[in-house]
Nanobody, 119 residues
């Protein structure tokens, strides 16, 4: 059974950093991080597609970096200069071709890891 397992979430003060990891068991053509903030819909945060194309939602550009560790079959999300609005449950996702930051274009999901940013 294919599983995506996230880790690395936690509580941090604004301006701090966290690194999220997703153990995938395999490398997929398209992998991404999504988040769901309280009271909001799930949104695409960052995606890594094919040979290394990266995509970010505007609010995290310059602060978040998505990467992969092929040997460990993991996807990483380095989050710097965290803001209050980055609070939410972060999910790792994998899928075939399709739009990088659209959740309906992904068919594998992890259980999520909570990120809480406080002032």
């Amino acid at each position: 059974q294919v599983q995506l397992v996230e880790s690395g979430g936690g509580s941090v003060q604004a301006g701090g950093s966290l690194r999220l990891s997703c153990a995938a068991g395999a490398m997929y053509y398209k992998m991404a991080w999504f988040r769901r903030a309280p009271g909001k819909e799930r949104e695409g945060v960052a995606a890594l597609v094919g040979g290394g194309y990266t995509y970010y939602t505007d609010s995290v550009k310059g602060r978040f970096t998505i990467s992969r560790d092929t040997a460990k079959k993991m996807i990483l999300l380095e989050m710097n200069n965290l803001k209050l609005e980055d609070t939410g449950m972060y999910y790792c996702a994998a899928g075939p071709t399709g739009r990088p930051l659209v959740s309906s274009d992904y068919n594998l999901w992890g259980q999520g890891t909570q990120v809480t940013v406080s002032s």
